[in-house]
């Protein structure tokens, strides 16, 4: 009833106004702030309406479907069958799909490192504005703009190990070392895989960094040179600190981003060669739609949406546990 | 299909998602509307509705041409090396070697996607035991995994990959990529274990090398001590119309029909022999004279009309989940991660 707080508001008006502290300002304070509070409520609840109906029908409903449906059996064309915990109990003797999860962990883990030290380092080396930081700044932010089907198209031509780029280098300038079965290798597929993410996400942290750099008080570093740091004692009690928000979200987002990355791994190799490159995203691809097995794929889900969910929630607990520290003096 | 609103007709190449929908009663057994129309198989080749038939009833019409598999060559290469075609393993085996030695790719693979890499398995283990093996693991048998034809094929499999005769990087190569073809017409490679539509494609990507005559082709050989025929096929054996249940009775009845008398037909024959395709219809055999690819046409159709067992294309004929899984384990034998053995335990758990 988001009107009713408006229409009741022209009766509260008549009481005269207590002063503050009077006994009675409690029960009088609350007779006319209630509908007022209903009022703002309304209010909220009209905004938030929009985004609250998007969130429930497009992320929380499926959500729910996809928990539904990991209690039923279901390949596509049959009737639903109650399975019970049937296809719970078989993510505990999937070793599929606990190879799939360290693989997972592997990627986000690297990813993480990766993805943060290089955009760092880009961002903050380039946050200077001259003239050639604006060119190179120009330049990190092309691959932004290549969907990551273009992304995945322009590396496997690349990477191709007869015929692709990599391969004419290494012929035509005896660079053996790029003569690598790239994507073809059980044992460096993952990684390679792992390097063109970050070629595709750096860019984005970087320009994060460059602005955070920006946004840092000249007078900061001024200080700090007073007192006699060092570039590097400048970046470590300085740089850093004051980036640690930027760190923390950029943290986050590359955590949750590869937890449930799928483009690049399905497009470069799907999987392959064999279960070398399975991440857990990918094993729920094919379980739902190459086998078809649509209940144990809802379980596949679910449990990344958790795992998402929690690292998320700690990343960002510890960033501001870390940070309220330093408010309180430790660092 | 998922969405419960089917159209009348959907493409299938019938095996293991047919079954899928035979239990889940969304697709109809032809024999009822066709009952105007007695005999109207024997139109077909006898290999015609082996995929399409459940529990004895046929569900599939094809449509388009068939599939088998055979070994492709580069004329130019076999002939600078004075080979010829080889008609057993060991002969394969010896030629193998000889390409290599002189400095060329023996065998182009594209295996991202393993399929390419499963029709090495379809046809090794079917010279090796037979086609009765893998019948008895799509009827469910799944502890004839354990059969000594894969663990032998799978070792077979294991040894062209340690003496180096596939391509560097066949693993990753996706064969739609078109580079496995390419490596044929740049004279790189030599042989190429594919299914019959690399002709037609190798014709878009460079159809000099055909006009020219430089691309050969040969049957898969035979397997020495093994127990299968050596006219035996596999491949992807038809496409074929079924006929939704949720589709009105009369409805199913013309579409049934009309792809009865249609597709069996000589002018719709004709057309399919025009795109290089393999029709599954008897009445193709008076016609190969008349194709724009005639010795190529001829030799699938035979390939096709004689085979006395071809084989559904495993990843097809499997449940889809089954599919998906051999895919894998196949990949891991192909890029020696996983021994033979570790391949049918693998498959025997799963199935």
New interface residues.
């Given amino acids: 009833m988001p009107m009713s707080g408006i229409v009741h508001s022209g009766t509260t008006l008549r009481t005269p106004p207590t002063p503050p502290g009077s006994p009675r300002a409690g029960t009088v304070g609350a007779q006319r702030a209630g509908p007022r509070r209903r009022a703002r409520l309304a209010g909220d609840v009209a905004g938030v309406a929009p985004a609250a109906l998007l969130y429930t029908f497009l992320l929380v409903a499926p959500a729910a479907v996809a928990l539904l449906l990991s209690f039923f059996s279901w390949?596509?064309?049959?009737?639903f069958r109650w399975a019970g915990l049937a296809n719970w109990d078989r993510l505990f003797h999937d070793g599929g799909a606990a190879h799939s999860l360290l693989l997972t962990i592997v990627v986000t883990a690297v990813s993480w490192f990766l993805q943060t030290v290089l955009s760092m380092a880009a961002g903050l080396t380039t946050a200077r504005p001259t003239k050639v930081n604006s060119a190179l700044s120009a330049l990190y932010v092309l691959p932004l703009l290549i969907s990551t089907a273009g992304i995945g198209l322009i590396w496997?031509?690349l990477?191709?190990?007869?015929?692709g780029g990599m391969a004419f280098l290494a012929g035509t300038f005896h660079l053996g070392i790029l003569n690598k079965?790239?994507?073809?290798?059980?044992s460096i597929?993952l990684y390679v895989i792992t390097v063109i993410v970050a070629w595709q996400f750096v860019p984005f942290y970087t320009l994060l960094y460059r602005t955070a750099r920006q946004q840092v008080p000249r007078t900061l570093y001024e200080a700090a040179a007073i007192d006699g740091a060092t570039g590097f004692q400048a970046f470590r009690h300085v740089t850093l600190p004051q980036l640690r928000n930027t760190i923390a979200s950029s943290s986050v987002l590359v955590v949750i981003g590869t937890l449930t990355y799928f483009d690049m791994f399905f497009l470069l190799?799907?999987?392959?060669?064999?279960?070398?490159s399975?991440v857990l995203s990918l094993d729920m691809y094919?379980?739902a739609f190459?086998?078809?097995?649509f209940g144990y794929a809802s379980v596949l889900t679910i449990v990344l949406v958790l795992i998402g969910i929690s690292a998320g929630a700690v990343l960002l607990k510890v960033a501001r546990f870390s940070a309220s520290a330093r408010a309180h003096g430790g660092e | 299909m998922a969405g419960n609103q089917p159209p009348t007709m959907i493409v299938s190449s019938g095996g293991g998602t047919l079954k899928q929908y035979v239990q889940a009663g969304k697709v109809e057994p032809l024999e009822t509307a066709l009952s105007a129309y007695p005999g109207w198989q024997s139109k077909f080749l006898a290999a015609s509705f082996g995929d399409v038939t459940v529990n004895g009833k046929i569900y599939g019409i094809p449509v388009l041409g068939s599939q088998p598999a055979l070994m492709f060559y580069s004329k130019p290469i076999f002939s600078k090396l004075h080979l010829s075609p080889p008609a057993t393993w060991d002969q394969f085996l010896a030629d193998c070697a000889t390409i290599k030695k002189a400095g060329y790719i023996p065998l182009a693979l594209g295996n991202a996607q393993g399929w390419p890499g499963l029709i090495w398995e379809e046809m090794l283990v079917d010279r090796l035991g037979g086609p009765s093996v893998m019948d008895s693991i799509v009827n469910g048998q799944s502890a004839q995994w354990d059969n000594p034809a894969f663990t032998e094929a799978n070792t077979m499999i294991q040894q062209l990959v340690k003496d180096g005769y596939f391509q560097p990087g066949y693993s990753a190569v996706d064969y739609s990529n078109g580079e496995p073809n390419a490596l044929m017409y740049t004279n790189k490679a030599a042989m190429q274990l594919q299914l019959n539509f690399l002709y037609s494609q190798m014709q878009t990507q460079d159809a000099s090398y055909i006009s020219q005559g430089h691309l050969g082709w040969f049957a898969f050989p035979s397997v020495p001590g093994g127990t299968g025929n050596v006219n035996d096929e596999a491949g992807n054996v038809g496409q074929y119309a079924l006929i939704t249940s949720q589709t009105p009775a009369s409805v199913r009845k013309m579409a049934a029909e009309f792809l009865a008398t249609m597709m069996p037909s000589a002018s719709y024959t004709k057309a399919m022999l025009g795109f290089d395709e393999v029709p599954l219809t008897t009445a193709a055999g008076a016609q190969l004279a008349n194709t724009p690819d005639t010795s190529f046409t001829k030799f699938t159709y035979n390939l096709v009309a004689k085979a006395p067992a071809y084989q559904l294309s495993w990843d097809a004929a499997l449940p889809p989940s089954d599919a998906t899984t051999l895919l894998a384990n196949l990949e891991n034998v192909f890029v020696l991660k996983g021994s033979p053995q570790q391949f049918s335990s693998a498959m025997r758990a799963a199935g």
């Fill in positions: 390949n596509g064309v049959s009737a496997e031509s990477l191709a190990p007869s015929l079965d790239w994507l073809g290798d059980p597929v190799t799907d999987g392959g060669p064999g279960t070398s399975r094919n379980e190459s086998s078809t097995d």
